[in-house]
């Protein structure tokens, strides 16, 4: 086991937390896991969270500050948002393709779908703004008026759902800021306040991109003694991160066996949960794989054509594996960046630029989940979405995924942005609780390999991309 390589010692972490949690459940020792193993897991994701923020701080700083030319940054910033862009168009469309083929609410039973029609045309009626998307108009079809009195009994019952009001709230915070607002909050009033706002890292980005760039424009002298005190200091949370990590297979364990702990007390419950919404989570976890396993590495292979198609999972797993752990892209940050500088042997200007913007900026993973959710929703209240009201969803969840933070369920929020852009109750979203937790570890994996694969694609365009280092032994990750 001393010789194994990180990231199989993180997959059997993974697999013996799941089989240890169904154990658990059976014998009805959940209370015990909860209790006592999944605070490791919290432990985890905390230690990995606070290392995240100030590593991406002076590593941005660090980076900017060694370019030999300023104008390097605009153009790194350029291609770097640009290739954001292009993946996140890509998980958008792939998200529509499938839900569109496969039509996963088409699969619920047909009295509930017509249930939930009338539930849909009834808030229609109460919400003022808002009318019926296709004309139809189920509630006044004699031999459907049985289905009118539960349907308007369940429509209150989602009203009173009291996460679906916090969500909600959240979102209206969104809708009501300015068009401008975006690169307001892009700028910190106070960046000791962001430093320690988990959910501010663009704030971050854009003081340590000054930081760095004021470094250069200062004469050497005067600014080397603060370009040495920043490396030394991102070298010890790279320190940090190694020795975090030599613990991760355990922490993972930690954290597979509370997550599914607090999902149900019993095999079966957990087992039920998913079969209420088994075609959802089918087409949505294959539209994932197909980012993942087809896109990506397609991506890879065009344009870095040294690098083959088992040759670059082997060097991101270890952060792909602790991305499905945690369900979070800042967690997960130091790991990657780890990856991708010993692993793909992407320079550490490139890394320490890119992948802090990507892990803010771009949620493929949460973008094709906003697209299948929305019209898998549609579809299971029998609403037909047109083909202009589905390019909407594109470009909202496309801009909403920008600003969504980088922690657990962040999607869910911005789903209601994308929900109420269609004219679609935002309360529906309440549908897809009870498996949005394993989705999003999933969606969380997409993330970060859109990341890695995006830095990877700009230190090769840069001439920064050295793939022998892994052969030559200088990753830490293995």
């Given amino acids: 086991m001393k010789n194994l390589p990180l990231h199989w010692k993180i997959i059997i972490g993974l ?35 606070f290392i995240a923020v100030p590593l991406v701080l002076f590593s941005i700083i660090s980076g900017v500050a060694a370019l030999p030319d300023p104008s390097q940054l605009g153009r790194m910033g350029a291609k770097t948002l640009i290739a954001y862009l292009i993946t996140t168009i890509a998980a958008v469309g792939i ?39 296709d004309g139809q108009n189920f509630s006044q079809d004699p031999k459907y008026q049985s289905l009118v009195g539960d349907a308007s009994e369940a429509l209150s019952e989602e009203a009173q759902n009291q996460k679906v009001s916090e969500l909600r709230e959240g979102a209206q915070e969104m809708k009501g800021a300015g068009p401008l607002q975006f690169f307001v909050d892009f700028v910190p ?31 050497k002298e005067s600014a080397k003694p603060v ?29 597979m066996a509370g997550i599914i702990a607090k999902m149900a007390d019993s ?20 539209g994932l794989a197909l980012m993942i396993f087809v896109f990506y590495p397609a991506f890879i292979m065009l344009i870095v054509r040294k690098l083959s198609y ?34 793909l042997g992407v320079s550490k200007n490139i890394t320490n630029f890119v992948l802090p913007i990507g892990a803010t900026v771009n949620m493929d993973g949460t973008s094709l989940y906003q697209a299948v959710a929305v019209v898998f929703m549609a579809q299971m209240h029998m609403v037909d979405l047109t083909i ?54 999933m969606r969380t994996v997409v993330n970060v390999t859109g990341d890695a694969t995006v830095s990877t694609i700009i230190a090769k365009s840069e001439g920064e991309l050295n793939l022998d280092l892994y052969d030559k032994g200088v990753s830490v990750v293995r």
């Fill in 95 to 133: 998200g529509l393709l499938i839900v569109n083929t496969f039509q996963p609410g088409n699969y619920i039973a047909e009295e509930q779908r017509i249930k939930n029609r009338i539930k849909y045309e009834i808030w229609t009626q109460q919400t003022e703004g808002v009318e019926i998307l």
């Fill in 15 to 49: 697999f013996l937390g799941i089989i240890y949690s169904f154990i658990s459940s059976y014998l009805g020792w959940n209370k015990f896991t909860i209790d006592w193993i999944d605070p490791f897991g919290t432990i985890f994701i905390r230690l990995l969270k």
């Fill in 227 to 255: 370009v040495s005190l920043v490396n030394g200091i991102n070298d010890v949370f790279l320190k940090m991160v190694e020795i975090v990590m030599n613990a991760a297979p355990f922490f993972v364990f930690a954290l």
């Fill in 310 to 343: 088992t040759e670059f999972f082997k060097r991101i797993s270890p952060a792909q594996f602790l991305a499905f752990s945690t369900s979070s892209s800042a967690a997960t940050l130091p790991v990657t960046m780890e990856c991708v500088r010993d692993n």
């Fill in 388 to 441: 202009s009201q589905q390019m909407t969803i594109v470009l909202t969840a496309t801009l909403a995924s920008i600003g969504s933070a980088a922690v657990p369920s962040a999607g869910l929020v911005m789903m209601i942005v994308v929900l109420q852009s269609v004219g679609l109750n935002p309360a529906w979203i309440a549908i897809i609780f009870p498996v949005d937790r394993i989705l999003d570890m």
């Fill in 189 to 219: 009033d106070n960046i000791f306040l962001a430093l320690t706002d988990g959910q501010k890292m663009l704030q971050v980005i854009f003081f340590a991109i000054f930081f760095g760039l004021v470094l250069v424009l200062i004469p």
């Fill in 267 to 286: 095999p079966a419950e957990v087992l039920e949960i998913f079969k209420g919404l088994l075609s959802y989570s089918v087409v949505l976890t294959f």
